[in-house]
């Protein structure tokens, strides 16, 4: 981060909102790395990494700022700064081509039992996946038909619209199989096994949270459809890699 503009904040009484867009504006931007970093998803990695710690020192500073001096010597502020630290000198190590040493050093594959990650890729065909689950064509008119939402996934996911509708009918069928299971008392404990010969638990599990969420936010007085909460999200990563 640029100290000195940082150091300029002291005596403002600025708000959370303020005090982060100040700290995380005053961090390098891509144009500032380009030399030092040829690869433009190093240079993404370096930024939002300072952003991150920007993010952390603006909460910390804020927080320490609303605390009488014995509260700013408590347990939870100190363990917040070691965080924030840690994270900052770990971040300047990966900046760098080194090994993190703290914080983001990954668990020991030996000391665990790593759970089944979803991929990247994968978790992106299923967002649409769940997107299109969730149209409804009586509230949800930006798209005359499923046809035409199966189409505009296609194009997102890199695809075709034959390939999205298939894979949206092995979803139901695979979630309706889990369902049934689940619910006649059988503990699902291998996130490996595969539902439908296509979805594993884990894949399940994150469909339908991802739909109750959405059905539980739009029971608002808003009354907006769950569809539209959650195309925003989508429609803005079509161009990203989550």
């Not at 965080?83 to 971040?91: N, Y």
């Not at 096994?193 to 399940?204: A, D, I």
Request: aromatic fraction near 6%; charged fraction near 30%; include cysteine.
């Amino acid at each position: 981060m640029a100290g000195n503009e940082i150091t300029d904040l002291e005596g403002q009484n600025l708000t959370l909102e303020e005090r982060i867009i100040k700290y995380v504006s005053a961090g390098p931007k891509d144009s500032d790395l380009e030399e030092i970093y040829p690869d433009a998803a190093d240079r993404n990695r370096v930024v939002n990494r300072s952003r991150i710690s920007a993010l952390l020192s603006a909460v910390f500073d804020h927080a320490s700022e609303d605390q009488t001096e014995m509260e700013i010597k408590s347990h939870e502020l100190d363990h917040f700064a070691e965080i924030q630290r840690s994270f900052s000198h770990d971040a300047e190590r990966l900046d760098n081509a080194l090994e993190a040493e703290l914080l983001l050093v990954p668990a020991g594959r030996e000391a665990m039992q790593p759970k089944k990650l979803i991929q990247a890729k994968r978790k992106r065909l299923l967002r649409w996946l769940v997107l299109i689950q969730l149209w409804n064509p009586a509230k949800d008119t930006e798209f005359s038909s499923q046809k035409a939402l199966l189409k505009e996934a296609a194009a997102a996911l890199g695809s075709s619209e034959g390939a999205v509708k298939t894979a949206l009918s092995q979803l139901g069928s695979a979630m309706q199989e889990y369902r049934q299971r689940s619910s006649f008392g059988r503990t699902i404990t291998d996130p490996t096994e595969r539902w439908g010969g296509r979805f594993s638990s884990v894949e399940l599990d994150f469909c339908r949270d991802l739909e109750a969420f959405c059905r539980e936010l739009s029971a608002s007085p808003d009354n907006i459809s769950p569809f539209a909460l959650l195309k925003p999200a989508l429609f803005g990563l079509r161009d990203k890699p989550l």
